[in-house]
C-alpha cells in the first residue's frame, strides 16, 4: 500500500511499501483528503505507466486499487483531479519506483518432482511379483513375464529332445522357480540400494 496525504493541490507520499513490477490488483493507493476544496467532489486517479499511457481511475472510499497495465515497467506516476459542476481541482504528479520482478506470462510448466529412478524400478518389479506372497501359478503357460522367463529357461535346462515332463517334474521346476525369483529380486535390490556407496 501507497499512502497519501492531499492537501489541496500538494499530493505527497506519506508511505510506501517496496513495490515490484507487473503485481495485479494487488497494489492499494490511500488518500487522505486534508482540506475542504475536495468535499463533494468526483474524484479521480490518473495513473501512467513507464509507456506514458495514463489511465483514469475511480477514487472510491478514498482508495483506488491498480492493475498491471500501470506496474510493467521501473516506474509509474500518479496524481489527482476532482470536479462538479463548477469546478475542477488538480494535484502534483509523483513518480514512483518499481522493482524488477520475475513474473513474465512466457513462463515454462516444470513438471512437479516425480519419484527417483530406484523406486520406479522397485515398483514395477513389485508390480510383476509380490516377493513377500508369492502367489502365481509357475508352469509353461504363466501370464506372469518373469515367473515365464524363468519357468522356460529351467525346462529347457533339464529337457531331453522329445522328452515330456510328468507333474511331478513340473512342480519341481516351480519351486526352484520361486526360489530363482526371490534370489534375483533381492540380489538386484541389494545391488541398487548398494550403487554409488
Known amino acids: 500500500m501507497i499512502e497519501f496525504d492531499v492537501n489541496n493541490q500538494k499530493l505527497e507520499i506519506l508511505e510506501s511499501s517496496y513495490l515490484a513490477n507487473k503485481s495485479h490488483n494487488y497494489l492499494e493507493l490511500k488518500f487522505n483528503f486534508r482540506t475542504d476544496d475536495w468535499l463533494d467532489k468526483t474524484i479521480y486517479c490518473l495513473a501512467q505507466s513507464s509507456k506514458r499511457e495514463t489511465y483514469q481511475f475511480a477514487v472510491v472510499d478514498d482508495t483506488v486499487i491498480l492493475p498491471a497495465t500501470i506496474l510493467k515497467g521501473k516506474h509509474f506516476k500518479i496524481s489527482l483531479y476532482g470536479h462538479d459542476e463548477e469546478h475542477r481541482i488538480t494535484t502534483n504528479q509523483i513518480r514512483i519506483k518499481l522493482a524488477e520482478s520475475g513474473f513474465t ?21 513389485d508390480s510383476k511379483l509380490n516377493i513377500d506372497d508369492v502367489d502365481v501359478i509357475l ?45 534375483a529380486y533381492r540380489v538386484l535390490k541389494t545391488k541398487i540400494l548398494t550403487y554409488g556407496e
Open 139 to 183: 508352469d509353461e503357460n504363466s501370464t506372469n513375464p518373469i515367473a515365464n522367463c524363468i519357468v522356460t529357461n529351467k525346462l529347457n535346462t533339464k529337457s531331453d529332445i522329445g522328452h515330456t515332463h510328468t507333474s511331478n517334474e513340473v512342480t519341481g521346476i516351480n519351486e526352484v522357480a520361486e526360489i530363482e525369483i526371490k534370489k
Open 105 to 125: 506470462r512466457s513462463i515454462t510448466p516444470v513438471e512437479p518432482v516425480g519419484k527417483d529412478v530406484f523406486t520406479v524400478i522397485f515398483e514395477m518389479l
